[in-house]
C-alpha cells in the first residue's frame, strides 16, 4: 500500500472512532410532575347534643321549659324572696330593651308563694359593625316556692323576627311550631336546621342562663 493510500484509510477512519465514543444513550430528563394534593372535606362541627333532640320538652302540645329542685333547708318564704328578686333581675333586663309593652312582673301571691312575669326582650343572633340579627323574644316565667323546694317554669313562648324591614316580611311564631324537634331538627335529628335552629339554641342559651341564676341564689347545683 502506498502512501496515498494509507493517508485515505487512516482519515475514512477518523468519523468512525467519534461515532464510536459519542454513540453513548441516555433518558433525557423529564419533568417532575407534581403530586396532586387532594383536600380533605373539612368535617362539619358537632352540634352540642344539649341542642338535639329532647332538648324542647312539650307538655300537652306546647313548649314549656320545667327547673324543679330541691333547696334543703330553705322556708318557702327566704326561696320567694331570693327567686323574686332574680325574675326582677330578668324583668329589668327586658325594660332595658326598648321594646313596648315592656316586661313586668304580672302577679306575684305572696301567700302562695307564686310569681308570674312576663317578659319581652331581644334575642341576639350576631351583632357586630357589620349587622345585627336577632328576634324579638316573649316568654312566660312563672315560679312557685314550698319549704324546701322551688319551680320555675318557662312558657308561652313566642317570636317576632325582623317586623320592621321594608325589604323582606317579617316572621312571627309560637315556639310549638318553630323549635321543636319537628320543626327545628333534620330527619336523623342530628342538625339543627339553618334558620329555626338558631331560634333554638339561643332559647335554650336563655333558658339555661335563667334557671342558673336561679340556682346560683339558692345555691344549689343546676
Wanted: with cysteine; aromatic share 8%.
Amino acid at each position: 500500500m502506498n502512501m496515498k493510500k494509507l493517508i485515505a484509510f487512516a482519515l475514512a477512519l477518523v468519523p468512525m472512532l467519534g461515532m464510536a465514543q459519542s454513540n453513548v444513550w441516555e433518558i433525557p430528563d423529564q419533568p417532575r410532575q407534581q403530586a396532586k394534593v387532594v383536600k380533605k372535606k373539612e368535617a362539619a362541627p358537632k352540634v352540642d347534643p344539649k341542642y338535639l333532640a329532647g332538648a324542647v320538652p312539650e307538655v300537652n302540645g306546647e313548649v314549656v321549659f320545667t327547673l324543679d329542685k330541691d333547696v334543703p333547708g330553705m322556708s318557702a318564704d327566704s326561696i320567694y324572696d331570693k327567686v323574686y328578686a332574680v325574675i326582677s333581675e330578668i324583668v329589668d333586663e327586658g325594660k332595658g330593651s326598648g321594646l313596648q309593652p315592656q316586661a313586668r312582673i304580672a302577679a306575684v301571691n305572696k301567700a302562695e308563694h307564686t310569681i308570674a312575669a312576663r317578659v319581652k326582650e331581644w334575642l341576639v343572633f350576631t351583632s357586630n359593625f357589620i349587622s345585627l340579627d336577632r328576634t324579638e323574644f316573649n316568654y312566660t316565667l312563672i315560679a312557685r316556692a314550698k319549704d324546701g323546694h322551688v319551680s320555675v317554669k318557662m312558657e308561652r313562648i313566642s317570636y317576632a323576627y325582623e317586623m320592621n324591614r321594608k325589604d323582606a316580611a317579617g316572621m312571627k311564631e309560637k315556639a310549638e311550631d318553630w323549635i321543636t324537634d319537628k320543626h327545628a331538627l333534620n330527619k336523623k335529628q342530628t342538625k339543627l336546621s339553618p334558620l329555626s335552629g338558631k331560634f333554638r339554641r339561643k332559647t335554650i342559651d336563655r333558658k339555661d342562663n335563667i334557671f342558673q341564676r336561679v340556682c346560683q341564689a339558692l345555691n344549689v347545683k343546676y
